[in-house]
Nanobody, 129 residues
Framework: QVQLVESGGSSVQAGGSQRLSCAVS??????????MGWFRQAPGKEREGVAA???????KYSDSVKGRFTISQDNANNTLYLEMNSLKPEDTAMYYC?????????????????????WGQGTQVTVSS
């Protein structure tokens, strides 16, 4: 059973930066067999995939964050990151990390939430103008 715990969300001024972390356990989970992603959901809006990474490290971003957000993973520490720069008020949302288990290596990053098996509890990001 994979468990995900997000942290790092807070209130920030527009134009600022923030880094979210997602601790993944257990430590011996087969990393290449998981597609990982960051999603967000604002009040009254549908959940949106913003960044994803596959087992080979290939990344994919939504158009709304491309060029501003960076997804990365530290396999030694079992942590997934989302570096967010040039934040805008419309980035305000609850941010979730998620993992999708595959029987083989995850070969393609996935921004769609369907199929993701494991979700964290979320961390709130608030961007004020």
């Amino acid at each position: 059973q994979v468990q995900l715990v997000e942290s790092g969300g807070s209130s920030v001024q527009a134009g600022g930066s923030q880094r979210l972390s997602c601790a993944v356990s257990p430590s011996n989970f087969r990393k290449k067999n998981y597609c990982m992603g960051w999603f967000r959901q604002a009040p009254g809006k549908e959940r949106e995939g913003v960044a994803a990474i596959d087992g080979d490290g290939t990344t994919k971003y939504s158009d709304s964050v491309k060029g501003r957000f960076t997804i990365s993973q530290d396999n030694a520490n079992n942590t997934l990151y989302l570096e967010m720069n040039s934040l805008k008020p419309e980035d305000t949302a609850m941010y979730y990390c998620a993992a999708l288990a595959r029987l083989e290596v995850c070969r393609s990053p996935r921004l769609g939430s369907q199929g993701y098996d494991y979700w964290g509890q979320g961390t709130q990001v608030t961007v004020s103008s």
